[in-house]
T-cell receptor, first 114, second 114 residues
Framework: AQSVTQLGSHVSVSEGALVLLRCNYSSSVPPYLFWYVQYPNQGLQLLLKYTSAATLVKGINGFEAEFKKSETSFHLTKPSAHMSDAAEYFC????????????FGGGTRVLVKP | NAGVTQTPKFQVLKTGQSMTLQCAQD?????MYWYRQDPGMGLRLIYY???????DKGEVPNGYNVSRLNKREFSLRLESAAPSQTSVYFC?????????????FGPGTRLTVL
C-alpha cells in the first residue's frame, strides 16, 4: 500500500523567507513522487515530479524538492517566498504496484505575510 | 488547446436528485480520472478509465457511476445525491512522460447537496 503524509495543514511565512513544506511517503516499491499547487478556486497544477533520475528536482516558479530514500521524504522548498505563492500544495505518490493510481496527501495551505 | 474542461462549475442539488458531471480533454490522453476533494483529506480517487472502453473503481466509488463516452469524454453520475457527496469534484487526464504518467487537472465542479 502507498500513502502520503504532509506535516502541517497550514504554514505561514513572511515574504522573502524560506518556504519549506514537508512530505513523507510510505511505499514498499520505488515511488514516483509529485508536488501539485492549487490556487484559490482553480484545479491542480503540476509543480514538479521525481521519476528516479536526479534526486534534486527543480520545478516551476522557483520551487525544488529533494528525494531522500533513507528518510522516505520529498520535501518542497523555495528560497524566497513571494505573495503569489499563497496557495494549497499537495504531495502525491504513485507506484506501479498500485496500478499507477495517485495517492494524495492532505494538503498544506501556505499563507504569505507582507 | 483547452486542456481539461468540466461542466458545470457550480451545482446545488436536493437530496435524492440525480445529475451528471461532464469532463472532456483535448490532449489525446488515454487515461482519465475522477476525484473528490474534501477539506484536510486531499484528493480521493472515485473512478478512473485507463483507456477508452474501460473503467475501474477507485478509493471511494460508492454512490457514483461513470461512463467513458469516447477518448475525449469521461462523465460522472450521481444517481441519488446525498449530503455526504457535497464536495469539489476534479477530472484529470494523464499521459506517459518519460517513465511515468503525469496527470493534468480540470478546474473543478463545486457541488452542494442539501
Amino acid at each position: 500500500a502507498q500513502s502520503v503524509t504532509q506535516l502541517g495543514s497550514h504554514v505561514s511565512v513572511s515574504e522573502g523567507a524560506l518556504v519549506l513544506l514537508r512530505c513523507n511517503y510510505s511505499s514498499s516499491v520505488p515511488p514516483y513522487l509529485f508536488w501539485y499547487v492549487q490556487y484559490p478556486n482553480q484545479g491542480l497544477q503540476l509543480l514538479l515530479k521525481y521519476t528516479s533520475a536526479a534526486t534534486l528536482v527543480k520545478g516551476i516558479n522557483g520551487f525544488e524538492a529533494e528525494f531522500k530514500k533513507s528518510e522516505t521524504s520529498f520535501h518542497l522548498t523555495k528560497p524566497s517566498a513571494h505573495m503569489s505563492d499563497a496557495a494549497e500544495y499537495f504531495c502525491a505518490v504513485r507506484t506501479r504496484a498500485a496500478g499507477n493510481k495517485l495517492t494524495f496527501g492532505g494538503g498544506t495551505r501556505v499563507l504569505v505575510k507582507p | 488547446n483547452a486542456g481539461v474542461t468540466q461542466t458545470p462549475k457550480f451545482q446545488v442539488l436536493k437530496t435524492g436528485q440525480s445529475m451528471t458531471l461532464q469532463c472532456a480533454q483535448d490532449m489525446n490522453h488515454n487515461s482519465m480520472y475522477w476525484y473528490r476533494q474534501d477539506p484536510g483529506m486531499g484528493l480521493r480517487l472515485i473512478y478512473y478509465s485507463a483507456s477508452e472502453g474501460t473503467t475501474d473503481k477507485g478509493e471511494v466509488p460508492n454512490g457514483y457511476n461513470v461512463s467513458r463516452l469516447n477518448k475525449r469524454e469521461f462523465s460522472l453520475r450521481l444517481e441519488s445525491a446525498a449530503p455526504s457527496q457535497t464536495s469539489v469534484y476534479f477530472c484529470a487526464s494523464s499521459v506517459l512522460q518519460g517513465n511515468t504518467d503525469t496527470q493534468y487537472f480540470g478546474p473543478g465542479t463545486r457541488l452542494t447537496v442539501l
